[in-house]
C-alpha cells in the first residue's frame, strides 16, 4: 500500500528542518535552556519543548550520535534523584522519554524506571499528573514499551504485565489522540485486534475524522475555520478567536495520524482517512513559505 506523494515535500521538509534547527538559537529560554537557579532546575516548559525538538530531530533522520542531539541527551541527563526531584512527574516523564531515545544506557535512566514504577495506585492505575490516571497510565505504558524495546526494562515490568495494561488502558480512553496512542501500543505489544476491536475502536476514530471534515478533536466553533482549510482559505486573522481550540484540533490530528500510521499496513481501511486529513493539513502550509505560514 502506497499513500500518494504530497506535492512539494522535499522543499517543506527541507525549510522545517532549519527552522527546528534555528530554533535553539532564537528560542534559548525553551531549547536547551540554561538552569534558572543554582540546583539546576530548568523550567518545565523547555523540558517539554525541548523533548519535542530533539523527537522532531529523530523523525527527520538525525541520528542520536550527532552532536545536536547528544548536547541534547546531555542536556536531560540530570540526576535523579536529587534534592528537589525524588518523584515522577510531568517533567520527568518527559526527560525519561529523551533518555531512553538519545541515551537509554545513561545511569539516570533505571532509577527513574524504577522510581515509576512505584507510583502505581492501589487500582493498579499510574499516578504521575494528579488528574488523568487513564492517560497516565497510558504514558506510562509508552514509557515502559520504549525501555523494553531499547533492552534498558531490567526485569522491572513482565511482559506479560504490559500486555495487560495495554488491553485496559484502551477501555479506559476517551480522547481521540490518547486513544490512536493506546492502539498503536495494544497493536505493538499484543499483536491484531479482534474484529470486536476494529469496529470498536477503529471505526470510531473513522467516523470522528468523518464528523471532523478530516481533522480529529473537533468541536463546532471549528467548522468555519475547517470548511477554510478545504477550500485553502484558512488566514490567521480567522484563527485569531479560537487559538486553542485550532491548536488542539491540530495536535489531535498529528498524533492521530502519527500513531495510527504504524498500523495501516494491518488495517487498511484507515487509509481514507488519514490520507485526507495529511492532505487537508499539508495543504495549508506546504511549499517554499511553509515556515513563515506556520509561524504566523
Given at each position: 500500500?502506497?499513500?500518494?506523494?504530497?506535492?512539494?515535500?522535499?522543499?517543506?521538509?527541507?525549510?522545517?528542518?532549519?527552522?527546528?534547527?534555528?530554533?535553539?538559537?532564537?528560542?534559548?529560554?525553551?531549547?536547551?535552556?540554561?538552569?534558572?537557579?543554582?540546583?539546576?532546575?530548568?523550567?518545565?516548559?523547555?523540558?517539554?519543548?525541548?523533548?519535542?525538538?530533539?523527537?522532531?530531530?529523530l523523525a527527520y533522520g538525525f541520528e542520536p550520535q550527532q552532536a545536536e542531539l547528544q548536547e541534547a541527551a546531555e542536556w536531560f541527563a540530570t540526576p535523579f534523584p536529587n534534592e528537589t526531584r525524588r518523584r515522577i512527574d510531568a517533567v520527568e516523564m518527559n526527560r525519561l522519554e529523551a533518555l531512553l531515545s538519545l541515551a537509554p544506557e545513561h545511569p539516570s535512566v533505571l532509577p527513574r524506571l524504577q522510581q515509576l514504577l512505584k507510583q502505581?495506585?492501589?487500582?493498579?492505575?499510574?499516578?504521575?499528573?494528579?488528574?488523568?490516571?487513564?492517560?497516565?497510565?497510558?504514558?506510562?505504558?509508552?514509557?515502559?514499551?520504549?525501555?523494553?524495546?531499547?533492552?534498558?526494562?531490567?526485569?522491572?515490568?513482565?511482559?506479560?504485565?504490559?500486555?495487560?495494561?495495554?488491553?485496559?488502558?484502551?477501555?479506559?480512553?476517551?480522547?481521540?489522540?490518547?486513544?490512536?496512542?493506546?492502539?498503536?501500543?495494544?497493536?505493538?505489544?499484543?499483536?491484531?485486534?479482534?474484529?470486536?476491536?476494529?469496529?470498536?475502536?477503529?471505526?470510531?476514530?473513522?467516523?470522528?475524522?468523518?464528523?471532523?471534515?478530516?481533522?480529529?478533536?473537533?468541536?463546532?466553533?471549528?467548522?468555519?475555520?475547517?470548511?477554510?482549510?478545504?477550500?485553502?482559505?484558512?488566514?490567521?486573522?480567522?484563527?485569531?478567536?479560537?487559538?486553542?481550540?485550532?491548536?488542539?484540533?491540530?495536535?489531535?490530528?498529528?498524533?492521530?495520524?502519527?500513531?495510527?500510521?504504524?498500523?495501516?499496513?494491518?488495517?487498511?481501511?484507515?487509509?481514507?482517512?488519514?490520507?485526507?486529513?495529511?492532505?487537508?493539513?499539508?495543504?495549508?502550509?506546504?511549499?517554499?513559505?511553509?515556515?513563515?505560514?506556520?509561524?504566523?
Amino acid at each position: 500500500m502506497t499513500l500518494p506523494e504530497l506535492p512539494e515535500l522535499e522543499q517543506t521538509i527541507g525549510e522545517l528542518v532549519l527552522d527546528l534547527l534555528r530554533a535553539r538559537y532564537q528560542h534559548p529560554e525553551l531549547v536547551l535552556s540554561p538552569p534558572l537557579d543554582a540546583r539546576g532546575e530548568v523550567s518545565a516548559n523547555a523540558v517539554r519543548v525541548t523533548q519535542h525538538y530533539t523527537a522532531a530531530l529523530l523523525a527527520y533522520g538525525f541520528e542520536p550520535q550527532q552532536a545536536e542531539l547528544q548536547e541534547a541527551a546531555e542536556w536531560f541527563a540530570t540526576p535523579f534523584p536529587n534534592e528537589t526531584r525524588r518523584r515522577i512527574d510531568a517533567v520527568e516523564m518527559n526527560r525519561l522519554e529523551a533518555l531512553l531515545s538519545l541515551a537509554p544506557e545513561h545511569p539516570s535512566v533505571l532509577p527513574r524506571l524504577q522510581q515509576l514504577l512505584k507510583q502505581r495506585t492501589p487500582t493498579d492505575y499510574f499516578d504521575i499528573q494528579a488528574g488523568d490516571l487513564a492517560f497516565d497510565t497510558l504514558w506510562a505504558i509508552k514509557v515502559m514499551a520504549q525501555a523494553r524495546d531499547a533492552g534498558v526494562l531490567n526485569g522491572l515490568m513482565a511482559d506479560a504485565d504490559l500486555r495487560r495494561w495495554a488491553n485496559q488502558v484502551m477501555l479506559d480512553t476517551r480522547r481521540d489522540k490518547d486513544l490512536a496512542l493506546a492502539l498503536r501500543l495494544r497493536h505493538e505489544l499484543v499483536g491484531r485486534l479482534t474484529a470486536g476491536q476494529q469496529r470498536r475502536y477503529l471505526d470510531r476514530l473513522a467516523q470522528a475524522a468523518e464528523q471532523g471534515g478530516g481533522l480529529w478533536g473537533f468541536s463546532q466553533d471549528m467548522a468555519a475555520i475547517v470548511k477554510s482549510m478545504h477550500l485553502q482559505q484558512l488566514t490567521p486573522d480567522l484563527i485569531a478567536d479560537y487559538r486553542e481550540v485550532f491548536r488542539e484540533i491540530i495536535l489531535s490530528t498529528c498524533y492521530v495520524v502519527e500513531n495510527l500510521m504504524p498500523l495501516l499496513p494491518d488495517y487498511p481501511q484507515l487509509e481514507p482517512a488519514l490520507g485526507r486529513a495529511v492532505d487537508l493539513w499539508w495543504d495549508v502550509f506546504h511549499g517554499p513559505n511553509a515556515v513563515n505560514t506556520l509561524h504566523m
